[in-house]
């Protein structure tokens, strides 16, 4: 079906260059239930491009619902999905990825046993020649894969080894440079720091930054509010399958954020246990006051 | 929407085409590296078992004796790289032996029993080992089920109908002789035919064996496909997110051995004239090591097709090896086990000492 004249490659961005004001992902009181479990409800998220969104959440609060519905994996159970302003209701990944929406799994989407291009070109695989000899096209795809690795700032010695091999980070990276080159207009990146250790993290936030130069809108879930504040430009904090925070970095300090993400309030009740267990210092621990930050807000502190 | 405090990193790090390589890893020598290629582990281990029948059985040193050993390699062979692809596909298959008998059983009794021309019999018994295969692969994608379980079932589904509608169609555990039908000539010398060499009569099996070995390579290496293949062994989740048709990818290559099934079907059927319904037991397991020992990992993702190549030759070899040194055939059991233990070991350590980092 691919080949090197109908894929999506490269000429998208360019194409589709959009209005800056423009959300090309848009959630609008978006829900999603299993059953009788709400995994989520009432979610507002806009994706722009340029502009990094993030998502932050405790475990369970519904992070990887979101991703899900977004992703084309599930499908939502109320509200509304756009996509450049048009509802739309994905059936499969593939579907997703063919309105530009891709996603850097946890996982990665890899297979570690296959060489680094192999990879990188999996399921979209360039070919040449009519159809009985119709074959890889193995030099071109050798060859942009390592120039489009390069320009994302990864230099590999071998495509060749096999991608088990790479560090956490260099395999992150090399998952996000496809998304790019595969023409995607919305990166959806899920925890791609959860496993990493500090410098690893660093790297993969700098390809969030190029990715974020490059006019994709990127949807960053993380429960790091360093790293999300490192890069973002939107923040929303999910609890219990709700927004609990929707916030553009003007309106929201790191501090405030993390208190949301640990959850403020709980905290503090825990402090309260704590003080009952001897041993535990609770003094220097915050009070409920002190963790009150303005929820979606405008006046902004930092 | 303003934005005031401006993200900590902004600015995407430089492209470096000043930097040629990370300088991290260092190139083995090429003799390690061509060690850690499975396909040669087995090269070197076919030539050792060679060398060993050439010393110790005299016979084999004759031209008609190595083209009977090509040819029992051929039959063994054929069928081993549709079970090597579907075991670098991840699965194997169970029902690949008594699915050769079910495929001559099906062309011979069809033909026969309808008087027909033996090519009707050949068609519908492609047609059913590809529903064979399709079956397979359909129930294994649609429940999840290993395919342990579910070509197990196959296996003994197919053994039991072998034997039972044979012997309630003919009356007898074999089928009819089918030599004298109409079209049987042409379909034997497709299937079943030999041509001289030099003076040794060589079987039609050993070219297709070959033939179809260059073209699995080929599609394994070189084609989408292929491609595919090795991505639902190594990662069947992951591959799907990409967007690799994993369920096409299964079933086919379950079909793929239907195929396989299929052409040493009727390979035996044309050779003999008639099928006894009870054999091909075991053969499956024969199939699966003659894979495992040529390089392919059983739980997929890796492999190679010209590997299952040299490990149907090992079998071949030590089959008529242990005939012509005058032992007792009945240890040729025995030397596969050893033999394919030997291998997978020998494999294993060659493979550490030469990837190791």
């Known amino acids: 079906m691919t080949t090197e004249k109908t894929g999506t490659h490269g000429a998208i961005l360019q194409d589709k260059a959009p209005e800056k004001d423009a959300a090309i992902v848009e959630l609008r009181g978006a829900g999603k239930s299993y059953g009788n479990i709400r995994a989520l409800h009432g979610v507002d998220l806009k994706v722009f491009p340029s502009q990094v969104t993030c998502v932050l959440g405790d475990n369970g609060a519904g992070k990887s619902t979101l991703i899900k519905i977004i992703s084309g994996l599930h499908q939502h159970t109320e509200g509304e999905f756009l996509v450049d302003g048009a509802p739309v209701r994905f059936s499969t990944p593939r579907e997703a990825l063919d309105a530009g929406i891709a996603t850097v799994y946890q996982d990665l989407a890899v297979v570690p046993l296959m060489p680094v291009w192999r990879n990188f070109f999996l399921g979209s695989e360039m070919t040449k020649g009519p159809w009985p000899i119709r074959r890889l096209d193995i030099e071109k795809m050798k060859k942009t894969a390592d120039h489009e690795l390069r320009e994302m700032g990864i230099v590999l010695d071998d495509l060749e080894q096999p991608i088990g091999t790479l560090s956490g980070g260099q395999r992150q990276c090399v998952a996000i440079a496809r998304a790019v080159y595969f023409g995607a207009r919305v990166l959806i990146l899920d ?7 500090v410098k690893q993290s660093g790297v993969v936030l700098k390809y969030i930054a190029a990715a974020r130069e490059k006019g994709l809108g990127v949807i960053f879930i993380t429960h790091n509010p360093h790293h999300a504040y490192m890069v973002g430009d939107h923040f929303s904090v999910l609890r219990l399958g709700t927004m609990e925070l929707n916030a553009s970095r003007s309106e929201v300090s790191l501090e405030e954020l993390t208190n949301h993400m640990a959850g403020g309030t709980e905290l503090a009740a825990l402090k309260h246990e704590l003080s009952q267990v ?12 002190d963790l009150t930050a303005p929820v979606a807000s405008t006046e902004g502190k930092s | 929407m303003t934005r005031q405090a401006e993200p900590a990193v902004t600015s995407p790090p430089a492209p470096g085409p000043g930097k040629e390589s990370d300088g991290r890893t260092r190139q083995r020598p090429l003799a390690l590296r061509l060690l850690a290629r499975p396909e040669v582990g087995v090269f070197l281990g076919a030539v050792a078992v060679l060398i060993f029948f050439l010393i110790t059985a005299p016979a084999v040193r004759d031209g008609s004796s190595m083209a009977n050993i090509l040819y029992q390699s051929s039959t063994i062979g054929i069928m081993a790289l549709p079970v090597a692809l579907l075991m670098i596909g991840g699965e194997f298959d169970l029902s690949a032996g008594v699915a050769v008998i079910t495929s001559a059983l099906t062309a011979s009794m069809t033909a026969y029993q309808l008087s027909m021309n033996v090519w009707v019999g050949v068609i519908v018994a492609l ?78 099996t050993v070219v297709w064996w070959l033939v179809f070995a260059a073209i699995a390579t080929w599609v394994l290496l ?22 690799v048709p994993v369920t096409f990818t299964k079933i086919s290559l379950f079909m793929l051995v239907g195929f396989g099934a299929w052409f040493v079907g009727m390979h035996q059927l044309f050779s003999f004239n008639t099928v006894q319904s009870g054999e091909g037991v075991g053969q499956e397991l024969i199939y699966i090591a003659a894979a495992v020992i040529g390089g392919c990992l059983l739980t997929g993702g890796a492999g190679s097709a010209i590997g299952p190549v040299f490990g149907a030759f090992m079998f071949g070899m030590v089959q008529q090896g242990i005939v012509y040194a005058g032992w007792n055939p009945d240890w040729f059991k025995a030397f596969l086990g050893v033999m394919l233990l030997g291998a997978v070991l020998i494999n294993l350590w060659v493979q550490r000492t030469a990837t190791r980092r």
């Open chain 2, 127 to 204: 047609i059913v080992s590809l529903a064979i295969g399709l079956f397979n692969g359909w129930l294994l994608v649609k429940t999840g089920l290993p395919s342990f379980l579910v070509t197990l079932g196959t296996f003994l589904i197919l053994q039991g109908v072998n034997l039972a509608v044979t012997k309630s169609i003919t009356g007898n555990v074999a089928t009819d002789d089918i030599s004298d039908m109409d079209g049987f000539d042409q379909a034997k010398a497709l299937f079943a035919s030999s041509f001289e060499v030099g003076g040794v009569n060589v079987k039609i």
């Open chain 2, 222 to 243: 070189r084609t989408k496909y292929g491609n595919w293949i090795f991505a639902v062994g190594g990662n069947k989740d992951s591959s799907r997110a990409v967007g």
């Open chain 1, 278 to 289: 001897r041993g535990v210092d609770v003094e220097e621990l915050p009070e409920e006051e």
């Open chain 1, 191 to 197: 925890e791609p720091t959860a496993a990493l250790g």
